[in-house]
C-alpha cells in the first residue's frame, strides 16, 4: 500500500472485524423473552446473573412443600438465671415415622462463649450456625473484640430474612455472655428474633414448658438450674415420640460454655421414677 502525500498515519493491512455481535450476546432473542414469567431451562447457567436468585426456584417452594411436609421432631431449652445460661437437649433425629438416629448433637458450638441449639432441619440448622460462627471470627478479628450475644443473633436474623419464603427450617436459640452478661435470643427461618430469659423449641416443647413453668426462678442456685434443665427435657422424651435419646445439658457464664453432663433418657426415667 501506498501512503498519500502528506499521510502520515499508519494503515492496517488487516480489514476491519466485524463486532456487531456484541450488542445482542443471545443471538436473536428479544429483551422481552426474559422476563420473570419464563420457568427455567437448560440455557438458564448461561443467561446474566442479573435476573436474581428466584428463576432457579420453580415451581414456587409453597407448592413443593404440599408434596414435602416434613415432620420435625426434637426438644430444645435454654434459660438464663443469676449466674448464667442453662442450654439442654434431647439428641432423637426422626424421619417421619422412623427413628434416623439416637446420636444427633443438638448443640452447636459456634465460639467459647456463644452456643447455638437444632429444631428443624438439621441441615439447615448445622449449616447456618456454623455460617454464623464464621462471620463471628470474622468480627472478632475486624473489631479486636469479641462479637455479643444480641449482635450474633441479629446477625443470623438478617440471613435468615433475606432466605424467608425458600423452604428453610430453622428454630435456633442463641446463648451467651458478653460484656453485658448473659444474653439469649430465639430466631427462625422466617426472620423472627425475640429475647427472653427461657424458651423451648421443637415437637416436645409443649411437655417442657409445663416443667419449667412450674419450677422456674430467676434466683436459682447452679445445682438447682442443672436439674431443672435435665428433668424438663426427661420429661419431654418421656411424653414425645420424636424427642429421646442422650439428655446434654450445657452451662455459660463470664468463663464460657460448659458441658455439665449427658445421660440417657432411659437411665434418667428409671432414676426420676425410683424418686417418686
Known amino acids: 500500500h501506498r501512503k498519500a502525500a502528506g499521510d502520515t498515519a499508519p494503515r492496517s493491512v488487516y480489514p476491519a472485524m466485524d463486532l456487531s455481535f456484541m450488542d445482542s450476546p443471545f443471538g436473536a432473542r428479544e429483551e422481552d423473552e426474559f422476563s420473570a414469567n419464563d420457568g427455567p431451562d437448560a440455557l438458564d447457567a448461561a443467561k446474566p446473573a442479573l435476573l436474581g436468585p428466584e428463576r432457579a426456584l420453580a415451581p414456587p417452594m409453597g ?7 416434613i415432620v420435625h421432631g426434637t426438644t430444645t431449652l435454654a434459660f438464663k438465671y443469676k449466674s448464667g445460661v442453662i442450654v439442654a437437649v434431647d439428641s432423637r433425629a426422626s424421619a417421619g415415622a422412623y427413628i434416623a438416629s ?27 450456625q456454623r455460617y454464623l460462627g464464621m462471620r463471628c471470627r470474622l468480627y472478632e478479628l475486624n473489631h479486636k473484640e469479641r462479637i455479643s450475644v444480641a449482635s450474633a443473633s441479629k446477625l443470623l436474623q438478617n440471613i435468615l430474612y433475606g432466605y424467608r419464603g425458600y423452604g428453610l427450617s430453622i428454630g435456633t436459640m442463641i446463648a451467651g455472655w458478653d460484656h453485658r452478661g448473659p444474653g ?3 430466631c427462625d427461618s422466617e426472620g423472627t428474633r425475640v429475647e427472653g430469659n427461657l424458651f423451648s423449641v421443637g415437637s416436645g416443647s409443649l411437655f417442657a414448658y409445663g416443667i419449667l413453668d412450674s419450677n422456674y426462678k430467676y434466683d436459682m442456685e447452679f445445682d438447682q438450674a442443672v436439674e431443672l434443665g435435665r428433668r424438663a427435657i426427661y420429661h419431654a422424651t418421656h411424653n414425645d415420640a420424636y424427642s429421646g435419646g442422650t439428655v446434654r445439658v450445657y452451662h455459660i457464664d463470664g468463663k464460657g460454655w460448659k458441658r455439665i453432663s449427658e445421660d440417657d433418657a432411659t437411665k434418667l426415667h428409671y432414676h426420676y421414677n425410683g424418686q417418686a
Open 63 to 69: 407448592a413443593a412443600q404440599e408434596h414435602m411436609k
Open 184 to 186: 439469649l435470643y430465639y
Open 102 to 128: 439416637q446420636n444427633v448433637k443438638k448443640v452447636i458450638e459456634i465460639n467459647e462463649f456463644l452456643l447455638g441449639t437444632m429444631a428443624g432441619g438439621a441441615a439447615d440448622c448445622q449449616f447456618w
